[in-house]
C-alpha cells in the first residue's frame, strides 16, 4: 500500500502543480495504511454525521465505554444494549437506531462486508445507501476507510469543497461542475487528493494557498 500510496504522491504532483505544493507540504499520504475494522467505520460515518469532529469524537469515546469497545466497535457490542443508554452517551434518537439495525443485519448475515469488497465502487455505495442511516456521502467515507479504495472524491463533503475553493479560486465558492473539472485531472487517486484536502483544511488560516 506504502509504494502505491507514493506513485499516487507522484502522480498527482505531475499532474497538478497547484496539488503538488500541498503534497510536499503534508506528505507523504497515509491513507488507509492503519487498518480499520467495517463495521467501526460504518459507526464513525454514522456518528459524525452533522457534527464537528471534536463533537464526534467526544460521543464516540463514550459510546465505546458503554459497550467496552476494545478497540473496535463489533456488531455483537450492541445486541440487547439500551436504548436510552445509547442516548445518553450522545446518539441522537436516530442514529441510535441505525447503528442497532445494522449491527443486527450483519449478526443475521442480512449484509455482508467480504460482499461488499468484492464490488465495484459504485455498486458497493449503492449497497451501502440501501442500509439505514447511510447515505452517499457515508458510503464513500467506508470505501475510503474501510476498503482503501484510491479514486473516490466526495462531492458532499463540505470540508473537500472548501479546500478546493480556497486552492483553485481564491477561496470563492465553485459549481458543481468546475468542481468535477477539477478533480477530473486527479483520477485514478482522488482519494489520495482527498486525504491531502482535508489536511489544508487542518491548517491556519496563514498558511493556505
Known sequence: MRERLAEADRYLADADPVLGALIRRHGPCTLGLNARDPFHVLCTSIISQQLSTKAADTIQGRVEALVRANPHLQPAHFKGVRHASLRKAGLSNAKAKWIVEIARRVRDDEFS?????????????????????????SAE???????????IFAMDDLGLRRSVNRLYARGRKLGDRRTLAITRAWAPYRSVASWYLWRLGDEEPGNWA
Open 141 to 151: 467515507m467506508y470505501l475510503m476507510f474501510a476498503l482503501g479504495r484510491l479514486d
Open 113 to 137: 462486508f467480504d460482499a461488499l469488497n468484492r464490488l465495484d465502487d459504485e455498486t458497493a455505495i449503492g449497497m451501502l445507501d440501501a442500509l439505514p442511516g447511510i447515505g452517499r456521502w
